[in-house]
Each structure stands twice: as C-alpha cells, then as structure tokens.
C-alpha cells in the first residue's frame, strides 16, 4: 500500500522559511516521480515542484523558482520542500503526491497547512 506522509507546515512570518518532509513507503522509491502541490482557500490545486527521483531532475513552478528547493534522501524514502523568502500568498494546504512516470494521477499524501503571515 502506497503511504505518504507530509510534515513540517506552520505559521511563518513573511520572508522566514520552512522545510516540509514526505515520508514515502509502499512502493520502490527509484521508479516514482514525487512533487508538491498546493491549495489555497478558494483556489485550485496547483503543483507547486516535484522530482524524479531515478535522475534527479527537478520542475518548479515560475512563483516559487529561486525560493522553494526540492531533495531527495534516498536512505529514508524522504523527499523535502526546503521553502525560503515565503510570501504571504504561498499560504497553502501543501499535499505531496507520487506517481510511477508523473503527477497526472498520482497516490496522494494527507495536506499540511502552511501560513505565511504579512
């Protein structure tokens, strides 16, 4: 059974950081593309960053590029969303997600609450 578990959501002050964690079990690491994506009040789903974790390679999106780092840490089945210079506007229910080639229908993680006060 594919299990994901998202960690490390807060209440952060403008410009602070955060790291979120996604624990993953239940499938073989290597052969999944794992990502974040978010959903704020109002608002839909939108994907946030993910990696395939065969080769590394990484996508951002255009309003988190140069502030939020994704990783991998293959030990632990472990992938982290390091999030630097928050706005108010990533305020967010953040959900991690894994697929076995992409997101397009992906295993879903329970939300964390990320808020980013002004």
């Known amino acids: 059974e594919v299990q994901l578990q998202a960690s490390g959501g807060g209440l952060v002050q403008a410009g602070k950081s955060l790291r979120l964690s996604c624990a993953a079990s239940g499938f073989t690491f290597d052969d999944y593309v794992i990502g974040w994506f978010r959903q704020a009040p109002g608002k839909e789903r939108e994907g946030v960053s993910c990696?395939?974790?065969?080769?590394?390679?990484?996508y951002y999106a255009d309003s988190v590029k140069g502030r939020f780092t994704i990783s991998r840490d293959s030990a632990k089945n472990t992938v982290y969303l390091q999030m630097n210079s928050l706005k108010p506007e990533d305020t967010a229910v953040y959900y991690c997600a894994a697929g076995p080639s992409g997101l397009r229908n992906p295993y879903w993680g329970q939300g964390t609450q990320v808020t980013v006060s002004s």
């Open positions: 990696i395939k974790h065969s080769d590394g390679s990484t």
